[in-house]
């Protein structure tokens, strides 16, 4: 636990000075995901309950850590067979790294000029598997969907700009154009991590 502790300090250590010394998004993707690759490679941060999940929701969610205001934002999730969560953004950049499975990511871009309120045209652009130690490097703005296609519990370590509790996230059904708030919903396991979404 203690060797846990360490290198999820000295990983938000890495991840502040990134984020400090960074010229631009661009620059800190590019050096968050090769910092999330080799945490994800050190395996002392994974519990065997992470990859617990809410059988309604399809998902878990552990939190690793969260920034007393907010900035940063880890957490390691489970995905069950079968299951995902619809096209959303995040409201911030995100960097997902997979731990264990393979998760498709959907990737959408948003056609309409977002004036109408609920209202979201969304396009298909293109798709993603990532397994494990394989980055995924998610700009502010970006809109994925994600599913577990495989017949096993999928995990996936995630880095966040910003706590996803404090964030505007929205949430997409482009079969019917529309748009609402990603909200949360409370998820009792893992207790400290409240529930996210990735
Ligand atoms: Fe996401």
Redesign the pocket.
Known sequence: MESQQDDIQSFVGELRKIVHDAANEAELLSLVGPLVQRMVQKRSWLSAEMYEADSELGYGTTLLHAEPDQSLFVVVDSWLPGRG?PP?D?DTW?V?VGVDGTERNLFWQRLDDALLPGYAELQLMGERCITDGEALL?PSGSI?S?INETEHTSLSFHVYGRHLNFTERRQFDPENNLERPFKIAPRASHGAAGAQ??
Do not use: F, M, N, T
Request: net charge neutral.
């Open positions: 969560v959303h995040h995100a997902v998610l994925h994600v979404l990735p």
